[in-house]
Each structure stands twice: as C-alpha cells, then as structure tokens.
Nanobody, 114 residues
Framework: VQLQASGGGLVQPGGSLRLSCAAS????????MSWYRQAPGKQRELVAT???????TYVHSVKGRFTISRDNAENTVYLQMNRLVPEDTAAYYC?????????WGQGTQVTVSS
C-alpha cells in the first residue's frame, strides 16, 4: 500500500488548510486512516483517526478545529484544519492500517506563521 499526501503549506495564524492522502496499491480493506504530526525536536503524535465504520477521534489540542474525513470508495483521507495556530506547525504524515500492516505516507509540511 502506498500513501500520497498533499496539501501542506504556509498559512497565517487563524487560517485554514486541507490535507489529502490517497492510498493505492494492494488495497483489500483499510481499517483505519490517521494523521500524525511531528514538530522539530518533538515526538511524532497522533492527531486524528477515522475508522472504516466512520468513527473519528482527535487529540485534545485540535478538537473543534480539525476535522478528519475519509472516502472509502477512493481510499482517501482528508484533514480539514481551521483556526490554525503556530503550535500546529509540523510535518504531517498520513497512516493507514490494513490487517497487520501499517503504512506511512511522506510528510507534508504545515507552517503557521505571520
């Protein structure tokens, strides 16, 4: 399974960005798709997860600002990020779990700065 992420960039505080991640390859049934992020000097953290059944979870710091969604037919996951703050600056990685397999996409940089 290959994951291709896109949508990062530079945005001012209070702005919005939408990340996308499309899965391709040997896809049978992807169980969960997630977004992680890693800021310089910090550990990678789980930001949000969307299961195939529609359950979504978020890290506390993004609740009410970020929305994860997925298109099961297109094997794509999105992360709508609103009211961005400088602390959201990080490389964002998409992640997919299928059976016992865990797959990662390349990072897409999000920078929140005035």
């Amino acid at each position: 399974v290959q994951l291709q992420a896109s949508g990062g960039g530079l945005v001012q505080p209070g702005g919005s960005l939408r990340l996308s991640c499309a899965a391709s390859g040997s896809i049978v049934s992807i169980n969960a798709m997630s977004w992680y992020r890693q800021a310089p000097g910090k550990q990678r953290e789980l930001v949000a997860t969307a299961t195939r059944g529609g359950t979504t979870t978020y890290v506390h710091s993004v609740k009410g600002r970020f929305t994860i969604s997925r298109d099961n037919a297109e094997n794509t996951v999105y992360l709508q990020m609103n009211r961005l703050v400088p602390e959201d600056t990080a490389a964002y990685y998409c992640n997919a779990r299928q059976g016992f397999g865990v797959y990662w996409g390349q990072g897409t940089q999000v920078t929140v700065s005035s």
